[in-house]
């Protein structure tokens, strides 16, 4: 069973980076393809990205393609998404995913079987 710890996030002005990290423990982190979603609030979850279990192929969705980075390193278990030219439409809860089926996941939430606590990341323009 992988558990999937985040960290990072925060208070953030426009224009602003953030990096947030997810750590895996419990399996074998590159077993697994990742992702990133958030939600806003009164908002669906929505995708953000993915990335292989390699890390060789990576996915965005338009609204923070080119702003942010999704990245892994197997060595320590941890994916991470970094956010450039933050934006106050930004501001949601973030969470990781890991799904050990696919070598790259799809931005469908339903095919990742485990979650991070999810992280706070608000924006102020």
């Known amino acids: 069973q992988v558990t999937l710890v985040q960290s990072g996030g925060g208070l953030a002005q426009a224009g602003d980076s953030l990096r947030l990290s997810c750590v895996a423990s419990?399996?074998?982190?590159?077993?697994?393809?990742m992702g990133w979603f958030r939600r806003a609030p009164g908002k669906e979850r929505l995708f953000v990205a993915a990335?292989?279990?390699?890390?060789?192929?990576?996915y965005y969705a338009d609204a923070v393609k080119g702003r942010f980075t999704i990245s892994r390193d197997n060595a320590k278990n941890t994916v991470y998404l970094q956010m450039n030219s933050l934006k106050a439409e930004d501001t949601a809860i973030y969470y990781c995913?890991?799904?050990?089926?696919?070598?790259?996941?799809?931005?469908?939430?339903?095919?990742?079987?485990?979650w991070g606590q999810g992280t706070q990341v608000t924006v102020s323009s």
């Open positions: 990335i292989s279990k390699s890390g060789d192929m990576t």
């Open positions: 419990g399996g074998t982190f590159s077993d697994h393809s």
């Open positions: 995913a890991a799904n050990p089926n696919a070598y790259v996941s799809s931005s469908d939430s339903t095919v990742y079987n485990h």
